[in-house]
């Protein structure tokens, strides 16, 4: 598995897939290819289908400029949904050319080049694997990863917790009407500060949590600064959680680095043996993956044991199965903002149940993950970042129009 700094990527939504990944292969061409005097940009699949709502288009035209940019949403025998050509031209004749997968998290692979997204530093690649690595040696699932990638990830990972808490606090102050045509307003403002007279504390807790995860994903949604957890579209699920624990408990900024790192192994697991883009595996992929990342960081913050962990963990997963991915207009909003919060609230409920059912479990973190895979294989097209289908094709019916 690679670097936990490919997994967290601080950069600008609303999707790490359609944007961030997007212009990180432009920036590549155009380095690549300085003297062109115009381009050309040719969208497929997901891409094509719902990359005006996620901003891809934009993100082409303020890196090339003289772009012409087609879509073909066709996606038939791509090796990824999110495939996008790149072609460089001089005195009108084509000088070079570029095909880039988006895989997911703000991840590109660009066709018959070695990978470029960092070498590989973790050489287990299987829950299982580092449970047993952990368990012989006596450390803590954030421990793998030190062991693995050295002091050095801790201050990055500080930095991650600081843009993710930024994140919050920008998302808390907003007010008004989220970009894009929807008529979204903002409600991360109005959750945090809409206190009951008789506010029982776990509705104090739904509600700061949702809160925070609100925030967050509206400031994805309206192009602001996030960190991939594992995406941009989940982005308000890991903070949302962390944040609230931090202040109830009191942890301090070194035991989130901490935690980042558990949840981070958590999501590199996912990563690197199904998939955290949406676009080939549905919203499971996504959601399902931040609650897992979630879960597994509050179990580190908990100091559970790695097998109450690796629960919470598949509890998180196990009940995201299935999940389809249906932004209505193609953007990062409805449903995807308020799926955040109920699954930063998902992640907290997994780690309870596990804390007192571990021992009886009957599925494997590693099961459930190889299963979510399977399944986003068999989910319908329609239901994988296409906006065909789902709430994005029955919006409608109600007499409201998607832009």
Known sequence: MKSLKELYRIGKGPSSSHTIGPERACK???????????FKAVLYGSLAKTGVGHGTDGVVKSVLKNVEIECDDGSDGLPHPNTMDLF??????ETASMRVYSVGGGAIRIEGRPSGEGKEVYPLESFAEIRRFCEERALRLSDYAFVCEGEALKEYLKEVWQAMKASVEAGLKAQGVLPGGLGVERKARFLYRQ???DESAETKENRLVCAYAFAVSEQNASAGTIVTAPTCGASGVLPAVLKYAQERRGYSDDSIVRALAA???VGNLIKTNASISGAE???QAEIGSACCMAAAALGELYEMELGQIEYAAEI????????TCDPIGGLVQIPCIERNAVAAMRAINAVSLADFLSDSRKISFDLVVETM????????????ETAEGGLAKLYGKEGKKAP
């Open 195 to 197: 206190k009951h007279i």
């Open 316 to 323: 998180a997963m196990e009940h995201q199965l299935g999940l």
């Open 263 to 265: 949840g981070g192994i």
């Open 373 to 384: 895979y399977e399944t986003g294989k068999d989910i319908s097209c329609r239901y994988r």
């Open 281 to 283: 595996c549905g919203c």
């Open 88 to 93: 460089a031209y001089n005195g009108g004749r």
């Open 28 to 38: 590549i061409f155009l380095a690549e290819n300085p003297e062109a005097e115009s």
